[in-house]
T-cell receptor, first 112, second 113 residues
């Protein structure tokens, strides 16, 4: 069936380095992709999104890249900080639907 | 403060004992949704509502009920809980058409013995 998944379940990064979290999706009909951050003990929080007619979008310290050819999505976090420690979920949606399909998540841990 | 609240935050119950998890939002959002989160499976949608008296099934609705009598409240009802409903539950809300940026509640951790 259709699915959204992640390449790696955990990622360890040195503080100050850039982090790259990857995600593969399989539904070619999806036209909207989202990244969420979930800190320990909290609900997910929207970070950034991108529509399928774009291949890059930047926010504050974060960049999302979309490669529709290989159905790949990535989240880049610049100058990773301890506060970036969390589980990151990619998710997909399509404009005709009223729901979002979440991936299984990647845990990002920061080494001091 | 704009927020989604859930109660209770933690609940231990026994098989078959009916329970309700409440969800309330103060942002006048039309769209509300319930998810369960299980290890390795991410978040899966249980039910959603696009407005008062309008509800629909998500991906895993079996064993759950919802109601939307008021715009701000969206309770999740487990008529006869079973151990496979042990999970972490999240309620979320957003303006209609902006589900991607939905606000999530703090979660309710449920253990069914």
């Amino acid at each position: 069936g259709e699915s959204v998944g992640l390449h790696l379940p955990t990622l360890s990064v040195q503080e100050g380095d850039n982090s790259i979290i990857n995600c593969a999706y399989s539904n070619s009909a999806s036209d909207y992709f989202i990244w969420y951050k979930q800190e320990s003990g909290k609900g997910p929080q929207f970070i950034i999104d991108i529509r399928s007619n774009m291949d890059k979008r930047q926010g504050q310290r974060v960049t999302v890249l979309l490669n529709k050819t290989v159905k790949h999505l990535s989240l880049q976090i610049a100058a990773t900080q301890p506060g970036d420690s969390a589980v990151y979920f990619c998710a997909e949606s399509y404009s005709s639907a009223s729901k979002i399909i979440f991936g299984s998540g990647t845990r990002l841990s920061i080494r001091p | 403060e704009a927020q989604v609240t859930q109660n209770p935050r933690y609940l231990i119950t026994v098989t078959g004992k009916k329970l309700t998890v409440t969800c309330s939002q103060n942002m006048n959002h039309e769209y509300m949704s319930w998810y369960r989160q299980d290890p390795g499976l991410g978040l899966r949608q249980i039910y959603y509502s696009m407005n008062v008296e309008v509800t629909d099934k998500g991906d895993v609705p079996e064993g759950y009920k919802v109601s939307r009598k008021e715009k701000r409240n969206f309770p999740l009802i487990l008529e006869s809980p079973s151990p496979n409903q042990t999970s972490l539950y999240f309620c979320a809300s957003s303006f209609l058409g902006y589900q991607e940026t939905q606000y999530f509640g703090p979660g309710t951790r449920l253990l069914v013995l």
